[in-house]
């Protein structure tokens, strides 16, 4: 299992993460994570996909509070998450629209 720490560098925006920030009960949250743009290539478990909708991928403790609905900024896009899925690592997918 991964731990806190390994987990940390695999979100550091100095390397491949950039930040979105969610507008959770009113006040902005910025989070290191991963953005992919609707029909963007993915690689999932090693099988490469077609990403269909943009997707924010981050740790689950950095997006406390945020569910369906919340606002997200990501390179100065304005999205709406219209899920979370935790996959299990201490890491979640925001499905966006």
Same mark, same amino acid.
């Given at each position: 299992?991964? #731990?806190? #720490? ?18 959770? #009960? ?6 290191? *994570? ?34 369906? *609905? ?19 690592? *201490? ?7």
């Amino acid at each position: 299992m991964i #731990s806190d #720490s390994e987990l940390d560098g695999c979100f550091e925006t100095e390397d491949f993460a950039q930040n979105a920030v969610f507008t959770v #009960s009113g006040s902005p949250v910025t989070v290191a *994570g991963y953005f992919t743009a609707g029909s963007d290539a993915a690689e999932q478990y090693g099988i490469l996909v077609e990403a269909v909708d943009p997707s924010f991928t981050c740790r689950t403790t950095a997006i406390t509070g945020v569910t369906r *609905g919340t606002a997200v900024t990501v390179n100065s896009a304005s999205y709406t998450v219209q899920r979370v899925q935790k996959i299990g690592t *201490g890491v979640s997918v925001c499905y966006l629209k």
